[in-house]
């Protein structure tokens, strides 16, 4: 079947790709554009290690085909950070310890960041909700939700 | 290898025209959170795909004099930040927003919910309690047909082949209403319902119930109407015994399977209890109005 040409932007720089109908948007990043971050956990949409934003909004990266990305803004864990200054959600992510594998922390920083963009200030509940999409099976979760509520502060202006 | 065909129309015509002239299986794509799983696990090889999230009003909320409009692939996310759809219809608007993780809220929708046709979909029966109707369109131009007219078993629904879900109309919440949903899950997120229950009702000045619809999922092989629930709550203030024929209605009429997140004797009980319980919160809301 014929491929599919797609223009769209990702972390900024407009991109063009070739994919097949059936390859999800994760496919493209990893094995066509080499953005290797956004890891496959699950293939389902049930762990988050695929975060990406599209248009602004937190989207499992395997539960979207590539075809679905035309004329899209997409940032991955790639786009994140400001040239070599890292976001203060991934600083906060490291000063606290709040990974131990890293295969989620990927997901994990992406989907707070949109959380930390929509809601400047999220209680523990609401941050725990937001979350509830991304798995992490080494941390038990308490350090990440430190660097979360750290990160808030930082991004709010407020001594850490 | 599996290679299907991916089409994104601009047009409602264009996109019956795609299905009505497919050679082999079709599948319409909303927010693919189900379609796109089906695929790679194999459960489903469509040859077409047809993305109606190009199609104007495919995707957005609008009042109109005659309701209000949801587009058929509006997210959930896009749904719990309207503010005025919120306000007016919280069981609907909960409901959606129960399914799935923030990233799956990012696209999933009330049409795939409804099309996807699992018994167990959150958004539905608090569009049926609502009185929604779905606008279908097809090669004979379009038609709207209560919610619950929609699914015809699990994974199947009564549309043609040509047709699909272009948006849903929800009547203007007026007067004294009130709706809520509940649903029961093992824990607190993430999880398919075990039973879910959706309740719409219409009060009086006095507070008498003038109208009324009661939903279940997740207890039959699709969305099912209560009908002796509603006759119970129409013309009564809500007291014990009332409620008490609620959960009876619901109990009467759920014909749940057993599977590994309960057994039918228990999603009967739970059927009686979300329905009394969501019968209360939906009074509590009317009057509240």
């Known amino acids: 079947m014929a491929k599919t040409h797609v223009t769209c932007t990702v972390n900024g720089e407009e991109t063009e790709f070739l994919c097949e109908p059936q390859q999800t948007m994760l496919d493209v990043l990893r094995d066509d554009l080499g953005l290797t971050g956004s890891k496959e956990g699950c293939g389902s949409g049930d762990c988050g290690a695929c975060s990406v934003l599209v248009d602004g909004r937190l989207v499992c990266s395997c539960l979207m085909l590539g075809s679905e990305a035309e004329g899209k803004e997409v940032t991955t864990i790639e786009g994140i950070a400001q040239g070599d200054h890292l976001h203060p959600v991934q600083s906060q992510f490291l000063k606290h310890a709040a990974l131990q594998c890293g295969f989620c922390t990927p997901g994990l920083i992406v989907a707070t960041k949109a959380l930390l963009d929509a809601n400047p200030n999220p209680t523990d509940e609401e941050a725990r909700y937001w979350l509830a999409g991304n798995l992490c099976r080494c941390t038990g979760y308490d350090k990440i939700l430190a660097a979360v509520h750290a990160a808030a502060a930082e991004m709010r202006g407020e001594a850490a | 290898m599996y290679s299907p065909t991916y089409a994104a129309p601009k047009t409602v015509d264009e996109a019956v025209g795609l299905l009505a002239n497919a050679s082999g299986a079709a599948r319409v794509l909303s927010g693919g959170t189900d379609l796109i799983i089906q695929m790679r696990s194999g459960r489903l090889r469509p040859e077409l795909i047809v993305d109606i999230k190009k199609i104007d009003g495919t995707i957005g909320i609008r009042e109109e004099a005659d309701g209000w409009h949801i587009g058929a692939a509006t997210p959930g996310a896009v749904v719990g930040e309207h503010a005025g759809l919120c306000a007016a219809w919280p069981g609907v608007t909960e409901a959606v927003q129960l399914i799935g993780s923030t990233q799956v809220q990012g696209r999933a929708s009330f049409a795939g919910n409804l099309c996807n046709a699992s018994p167990a979909g959150d958004s539905v029966p608090g569009l049926v309690a609502a009185g929604a109707k779905a606008v279908i369109v097809g090669k004979n131009g379009k038609r709207e047909i209560p919610v619950e007219d929609v699914p015809a078993g699990p994974g199947k629904t009564t549309l043609a082949a040509d047709e699909f879900v272009y948006e849903f109309i929800i009547p203007k919440c007026e007067g004294k209403t009130g709706d809520a949903y509940l649903r029961f899950i093992p824990r607190t997120e993430m999880d398919i319902a075990v039973v879910g229950a959706g309740v719409c009702v219409t009060l009086d000045a006095n507070g008498v119930c003038t109208a009324a619809k009661v939903s279940l999922g997740a207890v039959a092989p699709t969305v099912l ?65």
């Open chain 2, 225 to 289: 109407v209560v009908p002796d629930a509603a006759k119970a709550l129409i013309g009564s203030k809500l007291d014990q015994a009332v409620l008490d024929k609620v959960d009876a209605a619901a109990r009467a009429i759920a014909k749940p399977i057993s599977d590994k997140r309960g057994t039918a004797e228990y999603r009967i009980k739970v059927a009686g209890v979300l329905a009394r319980r969501a019968a209360a919160i939906a009074f509590e809301r009317a009057l509240a109005r």
